[in-house]
């Protein structure tokens, strides 16, 4: 049974806005399906808590020119594609829905772009990673006009990794069996080869959920490796690091900016200690730039210092920034674009997202789109992080 979830925001007088033929109602209506229960439930509730935070400090702002705005529809989809594209459906045929954010990974979000994209309804990307979501026919060609995205995407991902473990001479990749893992894994091969000619690079996959890689580990073990990358999900590389330590595998340990999140620290306890990542740098850095003091400032006076934020309150955990804060940045960026284009009309939200520069974000300091650039994070706004054991605590300490 799908979960909806319908916040209504506060009444206010209809305001004439360029380009509309009617009045519309009051409320200006967002609407997104994720994975709000379930196993990876960290994902979809983490940019549904970002997505409130970012309405109620609108509203308490006095809204868009006035209007109040919401979360009208907010539907559970568990990370089944299926799921997703039954709630889109459903989502769409609210034609009070002014704006989109995409499903929580890469699988649901494959799964409903060529739906939004014949919509044509602005939706932004908080988190799916596979490079086709925002450009299907490859990277040289247009963009999806209607979709934009503030995540990691698995092209900049790849160069940050390849970087980090460009040292070693033979290496594993051990990825699941989504778009997400096979693109990452293929991605990141391709970088390291490179950059390394004569670098041997085993790759294994694995179905997410599964409880046991032992087989495919083994074989990276037989291929001498000398460090492996797993790219997933938490609660998936919690596994892989268990029967790592049964089969007393101690080479170096590389994860995904999906991997490195509390389901991961949880799983594994004290075996995470050594794992490197790549995530965003914007938490890592100290002092923090504006933006993302704001927000976390924000998460903690509402939710506190609770799984997503991390026990310690001067120092949230990494992984917030893609949890929970994409999911900030990507209501902002819409309430932003109404507010520039003074309309709900979705070709000109779209066209004013088109011309969005150097916004503030929380997870990327400068977030700018044009027509044929879709796709907000650089390089430069990726961190490499060792997680350290200090105390009883895990911490990510930024290495560069």
Known sequence: MNISRRTLGLGA???????????????????????LTGPFNEFGEGI?????????????????NGRMVALAEVLDDQLVPDRAVQNLRRILDNREIVGLMCPS?????????????????????????????????????????????????NTVESEKLAAA?????????????TGYGVTGAELVRQELVKRKPGMRVSVESYNQRAQDMTAQLVRVQRANAEAMLVIGLGADFAVIRRNMSRLNMN????GAAGAVTMPYIEGAGDLVAGTRAVNH???????????A?????????????????????????????????????CINLLIDAIRRA??????????????????????????SFTPQNHVALKLEDLGTYEMLKRGDRVVLELRD
């Open 342 to 367: 003074g309309s709900t009309n979705a070709a000109e939200i779209v066209r004013a997202l088109d011309q969005t520069r150097d916004f503030a974000g929380a997870t990327i300091e400068k977030i």
């Open 165 to 177: 473990m460009s040292q070693y001479s033979r290496v594993g990749i051990v990825h699941e069996s």
């Open 281 to 291: 740098a914007a938490f890592g850095r100290r002092p923090m730039h504006a933006a």
């Open 105 to 153: 990974g890469s699988g649901p979000t494959l799964a409903i772009a060529d739906m939004i994209q014949a919509d044509g309804r602005p939706i932004i990307n908080p988190q799916a990673q596979t490079p086709t979501i925002v450009y299907p026919n490859g990277l040289d060609k247009p963009p999806r006009p209607n979709l934009f995205s503030v995540s990691i995407s």
């Open 251 to 254: 080479l170096a340990l590389f």
């Open 293 to 329: 003091a704001k927000f976390v400032d924000l998460y903690r006076a509402k939710f506190g210092t609770d799984r997503w934020y991390g026990q310690d309150a001067a120092n949230p955990l990494i992984s917030l920034a893609a949890t929970v804060g994409s999911g900030y940045d």
């Open 13 to 35: 007088t209809a305001l004439s806005l360029p380009g509309l033929v009617q009045a519309q109602p009051a409320t200006i209506k967002f609407g997104f399906t994720a994975a």
């Open 48 to 64: 549904n808590r970002g997505a409130q935070i970012a309405v109620e400090e609108c509203n308490k702002a006095g809204g868009i």
